[in-house]
């Protein structure tokens, strides 16, 4: 009998910039990622006598929403990288970061590129620690 395999623990996540430095996500107590293209892979037209066109789309944007503990060292690679796009003097290099997701079980990539933080996140401080969810959108996101 064949089984279908998921495993997070088996699941690798870098996140890097080369002004930044890496962060191994999958050793940060890294939680729920999720990664969303932001445009359709095809559209129909329907003409006035009822044909309908198939529009192929090319859109490759997207957004990677990435849960992290609070204050683990995921989190505090993400503030600095925050902190250093906020005061960033060259906006050459603004897009130069990346994300790759290996899913080992699953026997795929995921290669995001042109990465960049979208806002800090929210904070709440209570009597226990709690996740913080970062948003970040890539220009490019393909499967390999």
């Known amino acids: 009998m064949a089984y279908n395999i998921y495993s997070l623990a088996d699941t690798r996540a870098v996140l890097s ?4 430095g890496t962060a191994n996500l ?3 107590g890294r939680g729920k990622m999720t990664i969303s293209s932001a ?3 095809t559209s129909h037209t329907t003409t006035a006598d009822g044909y ?7 859109s490759t944007n997207g957004q990677i929403t990435i849960e992290l503990p609070q204050n683990s060292l995921g989190d505090w690679f993400l503030r600095r990288w925050a902190n250093w796009q906020k005061g960033c003097q060259n906006v050459q290099r603004l897009a130069l970061g990346s994300l790759v997701v290996e899913d080992k079980p699953g026997n795929f990539s995921i290669v995001c590129t042109g990465v960049t933080l979208q806002k ?3 904070r709440t401080y209570d009597k226990t620690s709690g996740n913080l969810t970062y948003t970040l959108l890539a220009t490019t996101i393909t499967e390999q």
Do not use: F, S, Y
């Open 17 to 20: 910039h080369p002004d930044i």
């Open 39 to 41: 445009g359709d892979l």
């Open 120 to 122: 800090m996140p929210d």
């Open 26 to 28: 999958h050793q940060c």
């Open 52 to 58: 309908v066109v198939v529009n192929r789309l090319k």
